[in-house]
């Protein structure tokens, strides 16, 4: 994925300031910076929620600056939620088995069965890789905060996504949590690229390969986790603001 | 005491949810005996009366079987189904008074003006939801009805029209439709097609994505589904079958009058709707046929019939909003 | 004045007392909704209610003025217990399971008219003091409904100065904004709930004696409003004050000037009005409303 000076202003205000960056396949990057950098926002850009103001993003080598949300999972971009959004009433299972079905099942069948086998396969497949067997029958709103933050992901997994736009995943998780989805997200990279937005240092030196650090919105570094820490720039603006790192 | 009570508790739900696992498992016996019994109705001597009554029912049933569509498995609240049966209604009538159609083409000219006219009302309103839905849902249900109720040369105006029975004609069988009990099969073949391709839908991959739009149109939208279309395939499939209904309605009845298309035709549906339970599909049928035979039964003791149907909405809204059905398969939810 | 003249301006005026008795009506139904998030589908009957009230009090006692004083109480006064007993219940619920109760309340409402004063219209006399025409640059007009404008503009304007001048009248105005506000505040929000919603059937009362004189009192009254009222509140921006009185005025003009040119037809019109401004601004006419995606 690229972006090309993607910019976006709310009135007067630059929340994300002609930012180009680039991430190879398999890659996982996160995007870090204290807060009102504009993480959130960038991240809203790349998961075309929010139009940009001007600049462009490309998924390989394609423009998709004015694709359709709905198009996104059906290229391989799939996404979770800084609060969880899901479909509530309805169990684990049946929440990633509609991610599935959105590209697995052509669309607008009326009149066929809804049972497809082959579907069930994938659920159980993602329900397995995330270690959520186990609470797959119940609705996801009586889940644990651990266990919704993780449907978030099995619902962005459900779309077989070549590149996974995680948004601030580990959020209210406990200690034991985090190291849970850790190990689930270093699994998950083998094989697909990655953007992580989070708060967390440690998970982010721990997992990212590369680090974007924005500041009022711009790009201020870019690097391995050691650069970006060695970064005067970043450790001023960041990094020095919180003496714990 | 306290024990005692709780332990009462217990066995009656898992009574109730043993009585409920008992119809789930058997529901295919106990539909098929519904339908046996209202097919061999007629031959029980049942008086004309009757007869036109259980038409009714089954009529208003696939009606508000339809809305369910809407209403249970896409989460779109429409105050203005009335204007689908009013279609299906008034088109029947008119191809039948003006161009003397026999039954099956009366049927489908009624099915096609309702399809047609739901997309094209569709496209413009399946944009909104919630209330702004609600409202233009109402608004458009009130132009037609303004148009029928005002288009005296066509419909009658306030006077209604008469609608003759025409008879079933195919190539090389005429079969007369004037007695009561042979239309009766003839609707109650077409209200159970439309209750199976209701049923169809809704079990289909694509009524699986009309529930997660329901869900959370948003995270629907993000897993990849278009979530205009999908919405405007039901409020297709929702107004072409309510217009069956009114189809038929205006076949057994006879008669055609705009109150039919008045947003307060459209409230009754509602309440059958969600008497009967949103979202069961089957609810809603049981609802039309309660509410039906409420009125048949209070509007011989009192004319104001209306004053429990309301007490009753309010309560079902206020402590039942599950409906009927809804309350019973509460315990057999996967 | 010629006779082709004539009959304009007294469209134009019939059009100013349509669009003022939709905007009495109408006010009711935007402060509930500006401050409770309820589409109020009973609204209609509680103004079908008024005017049957006032055509009893006024065969009782002779007096229109009374009845002008003490509908509006009680209408509050069964606002209250709706409010009370069904509307707060369904706090925590849809919006639109609100509107559907609502609808069932009309339901009932409508019937215990019924039941208490029968099917047969009733005939509401203008009052004597009214009862004469007014003659300006040679038009003749009825007094009654001059009054009715009259009274509908000192009606609005002591609502403006209400929300603009007084403190309750601030504390909803906040409480439309934000509800949170308010309760951070620290103020009773359920009290306030119920001081609005009776506020608002009380005006539902107010226009059903107002409109009294002007028509047959029947039961379909209310019915037959309710959905006029619906297109203001829309084209007001459900919710705005000063959006209402535009739309209500706009209304009515549609109304009586649609009547002279398209004749049964008109109403359409407002239909048409009502869905498009749902489309194309959901904020209203003048985009003042309250209605966000999420409602």
Known sequence: MQTEGLTKRFGGVTAVDNVSISIVEKQFRAIIGPNGAGKSTLFNLLARHTEPTSGSIAFDGRDISNLPLHRLPSIGIGRTFQKSNLFWHLALRENIRLAVQALAVPPYRFFRSRAVPELDTAVDKILERLGMSAVADQPVATLSHGDQRLAEVAVALGGSPRLLLLDEPLAGMSPQETQRAVEIFKELAKHTTIILIEHDMDVVLHLAERITVLEMGRVIADGTGAEVQSNARVREAYLGLAPSC | MMGIKTVAIETMSARLQSMVAWLVRYRRYCLAAAVIVLALLPLFGLQKYYVRLVMEMLTYGLWAISLDIMIGFTGLVSFGHAAFFGLGVYSTAILITKTGVSLLPALLGGVALSLVAAVLIGIVIVRLSGIAFA????????????????????????????????????PGLSLNMQADTSVYWFVLAMVLLGIYLAQRVVNSPAGAALVAIRENQARAECVGYNIFRYKLLAFTISGTLAGMAGSLYVIFQGFASPDLLHWSSSGQVLIMTILGGVGTLYGPFIGAGLIVLLQDKLSSLTEHWMLPLGLIFVLVIRFLPKGLLGMVRLGSQR | MDVDSAFWVSQVLNGLVTGTLLM???????????????????????????AYLAATITAVTQHFWLALVLVPIVVAVVGVLIERFAIRPMRQRTVIMTLLLTFG????????????????????????LLSGAATIFGFTYPLYRLFIVALGAALALLLYLFLEKTDLGTVIRAASSDAEIVQVMGINTSLLFTC????????????????APLQTVGPSMGTDIIVDAFVVLVLGGLGSLRGTVMAALLVGQVRMLGAAVISEYSSVLTFVLMAGVLLVRPRGLLNLGRLDDGH
């Not at chain 2, 409202?135 to 419909?155: K, N, P």
């Not at chain 3, 009506?25 to 103004?47: D, E, K, P, Q, R």
């Not at chain 3, 609005?196 to 409109?211: D, H, K, N």
């Open chain 3, 24 to 50: 009495l009506i109408t006010f009711g139904l935007t402060i509930i909704f500006g401050i409770l998030l309820v589409v109020n589908f009973a609204h209609g009957s509680l103004y079908a209610l008024g």
């Open chain 2, 135 to 170: 409202l233009l849902t109402l608004a458009s249900s009130m132009i037609l009805f303004t148009v029928f109720w005002r288009w005296s040369a066509l419909t009658g105006g306030d006077d209604g029209m008469s609608v003759p029975r025409p008879d079933l004609k195919l």
């Open chain 3, 105 to 128: 309340l009309a339901l009932i409402i409508d019937e215990v008219t019924r039941l208490i004063w029968g099917a047969a219209p009733r005939a509401v006399p203008v009052p004597e």
């Open chain 3, 196 to 211: 609005v919603f009776a506020l608002g059937c009380g005006l539902a009362g107010l226009s059903g004696v107002i409109a």
